[in-house]
């Protein structure tokens, strides 16, 4: 913690302290406060009766600092994002997603010596291991494509054993020149396995990559592309899926990227710690929830069924999915820019009938007291399901679409978390409320119970059940 107090003393210019009475022994403590928060540990201090320790109840971690990083900057209050200081709407306007990876993961912008070779690394990576086509090709033409790529991610570390710490050493990643081909590959590879599930998807065969395209532009060719000779992907689709991926990029520590550094705590290799980030993203209440605005306002249907859908809203009779954001109370930074690039998309390929919907939804949220007290103003993900869909990309896309940008703010958490010294394997602790002390019953002298465990049978099983013998 040497390093926390001494940014605290620089902000602050003084040392602070909490002090703490405990009603129980009338002990006061002083607990050193440094940049606004207290070691967790400085609380094991205070003691019950019985030399118990206190501990802090944070489900959610909704106050829990866990990590020292300086990866991006939220405030929150005013609706600000930062990848390594720079403002996200000056990188959205002016840079690339590779560039913008490269800055996250090394910590400046590149040279255009760094630029050039770091996107010709990339883009060789794009080819990706013979057997990962075979595993995704055994897929049911009807899964999930975020489950396949789950899979194939958690597989690639099978494939490359002299990169996996639990059979070639836990200090493997130390060695820069060793962490910097897992980054390459890692990121070159993702749009090639997603491409691979799109395409197995709609029973397609896959296309390899093209080396003379650049990143964004060889991801939808690798979708796209028929037989074509001369297939290109139109390049105001490009760019805008080039700023949505900047966009997606880096969020602090969301439930994925979390998973990243509490994966890593243990020593895994960075593909299996990748895969459950992943995973952590499948949910409908993060990497899902564009998603679930895109099926909202189909639900809703027309501006004429808005109040009413409204006031269903106020009276918890239905869910408003797209506004309101766990550390932002004002709008998102992001989705001012993803609105815009709505209306770039529309001029080429037409409005999308479910933007006029979602603009006069915002227009009443945004000036209703109800969900002005609450803060509840439109995040990135109420604009970029109109967008996707307008491209036309299936629903069950949309998540990987935030998965391939988000593996390089987990790549730069990874390389973080290695670095510090402070880390440390992830055991938070629990509040016990289950029985205490019991003796064992033997099963025949058990309480008898009506109760048994319930699962859902199909008709088939239903058939089977009333004709196997009792």
Known sequence: MIRIQQLGQQFNGTKSTLTIEDSRSGKKYEIPISNNFIKASDLEKIKDNNGSLIRSYDPGYMNTVNCTSKISFIDGDNGILEYRGYPIEQLAEKSTYLEVAFLLIYGELPTQLQYDKWCKKIQTHTFVHQDLYGLLSQFRYDAHPMGMVI????????????????????????DQKSRNKQIHRMIGSITTITALAYRNRIGRQPNQPHQQLGYVENFLYMMDRLNETNYAPHPTIAKVLDILFILHAEHELNCSTS??????????????????????????????????????????????????????????????????????????????IVKQLAYQV?????????????????????????????????NVDFYTGIIYKALGFPTDMFPLLFAIPRISGWLAHWCEFLDDPENKIVRPRQNYQGYKLREYVPIEQRKQTDSYIHAPSTSFSTRRNVSVKK
């Not at 899979?151 to 493997?172: C, D, F, R």
């Not at 299996?272 to 099926?295: C, D, F, M, Q, S």
């Open 151 to 174: 899979s194939a991610l958690s597989a690639v570390s099978t494939l490359h054993p002299e990169a996996n710490p639990a059979l070639s050493g836990q200090n493997i990643y130390a």
């Open 259 to 336: 998973a990243v550094r509490h994966l890593t705590s243990s020593g895994v290799d960075i593909y299996t710690a990748i895969a459950g980030a992943a995973a952590a993203l499948y949910g409908p209440k993060h990497g899902g929830a564009n998603e679930a605005v895109l099926r909202m306002l189909e639900k809703i249907g027309s501006k004429q069924n808005i109040p009413s859908f409204i006031e269903n809203v106020k009276n918890k009779k239905a869910l408003l999915f797209g506004f309101g954001h766990r550390v932002y109370k004002s709008y998102d930074p992001r989705a001012k």
């Open 346 to 378: 529309f001029d080429l390929v037409g409005k999308d009938p479910l933007i006029e919907i979602a603009l006069e939804l915002e227009n009443i949220a945004l000036n209703d007291k109800y969900f002005k007290d609450r803060s509840l103003y439109p």
